[in-house]
């Protein structure tokens, strides 16, 4: 009767604990969720003034629809964003997610508000539908003058739909509390490192193959942050972390300069202006980004340009687009251990050429045909690099356009070079 009694006072405890556990974890749950939409809120706080930014430049001096229809398009990427769009000083739309709305005036409530603020604003209203709308605005502004606003807009539905990760798991850690309290503790140690880790990836950067331009917005935020907060003194490792990041953003922006270029080309709205150019100190400027990565992979490198400037004329732009696919190309496809050679040449009258030779598999004579011609990337590759098969294409266009070509030559198994050959500015002009 004893034993029995002190079993049941044990089970009457155990349940007493459990309850008072299971409060807890509710209490918790409440909390965590709402501290996950907290973070919905910021995150598309932090897009809109990053997107402002980025439209400033698409507005002044010289408005470019494009690079603002491309902003719009980016940000609805994100299933979360019900809408997106980017109203001049006056109110007219300039981009907007639904195109059917560009050109006319935002006369809303929301809208009007955003406008009047000369800071971000977060406002909420009842939509036509009956759900609630979390409207966030930055103002695009030069200096005091207010160029137009970005604003984008989720709904508690979308909100919904992007916390239910969060949702089911606090489920998991309810049935799990059920079972023990060991395995209780156990998961939510799991969840909180899973969130500093999501929390970590949200602010640092989103992996590439996810979202190609959510990644982007994600990198330059993470980078935008690092400058302004980071103390001059920082140690090595935040040091090469920063370094790294920097390097990744880069990557990015210039894949990004490749899918917009190549876009401008298609619809022939590409424009070079020719200007006398040092091509040596270029070809140097595109080496040094690329010395940190030819270092860890231990590659041997040798460059060879004189002292002469080698001045030839091309667009700024596009000629520096050119050396920086080709020389990222080269140290990517670059085994460790490799080499990897560049070097100015005036074997041409009247032309300078550019040489890049590296080892690795080669290109075959058939596959030759199709890096310059197609979005295209050989099987060996694929296996050595990572890429969008992008890059060789734009520089043989952008080369066409001032008349020259990418050349290339290769021996399988051994090497690859590839070569480009600009006239020499005109006497007189200088860099």
Known sequence: MKTHRLREIAINASLVFFALVLLLILGTSGLISEDARD??????????????RRAGTAMFPKEDLFSLHFLVNTLVLDKVIN??????????????????????????????????SAVP???????GDGLDYFYFSAPITL????????????????????????????????LAAMGAMGLLLEIRSLMRRDRKSAALKSAMVHTVSHEFNNALTVIDTAVFMLEESEPANSGATRAGLYRALDYERKSLKNFVKNILNEARMDAGRLKIEKKPLALSEMVAD???????????????????????????????EALSLVLSNLVG???????????????????????ITFYIENSGRGISPEDITKIKTEFFRTGEGHASAEGFGL????????????GSSL????????NSCFRFSLPVAPAGLKK
Request: charged share 25%; hydrophobic share 40%; with cysteine.
């Open 39 to 52: 973070s919905v809120f910021e995150d598309m706080s932090l897009r809109a003034e990053i997107s402002s």
């Open 83 to 116: 809408y997106a769009s980017v109203t001049d000083g006056a109110g007219r739309i300039r981009s907007h997610s639904d195109p059917d709305r560009i050109g006319r005036v935002d006369t809303s409530p929301e809208g009007a508000a955003a406008r009047r």
């Open 121 to 127: 604003l977060t406002q909420v209203f009842k939509g």
């Open 143 to 174: 200096g005091k003058r207010r160029l137009g606003t970005v604003a984008l807009a989720v709904n508690s539905q979308t909100i919904k739909s992007r916390l239910e990760a969060t949702t089911h798991k606090l489920a998991l850690i309810l």
């Open 286 to 316: 595109s080496v040094a980004v690329m010395e940190e990565l030819m270092r860890r992979k231990n590659i041997s490198f040798s460059l060879d340009i004189t002292k002469e400037p080698f001045v030839v004329s091309a667009d700024q």
């Open 329 to 351: 190309n080269a140290v990517k496809y670059t085994p460790e251990n490799g080499r990897i050679a560049v070097r100015l040449a005036a074997e041409k009258a009247g032309h």
């Open 391 to 402: 890059g060789l294409k734009i520089c043989n266009d952008m080369l066409l356009l001032h």
């Open 407 to 414: 050349e290339v030559t290769s021996e399988l198994g051994k």
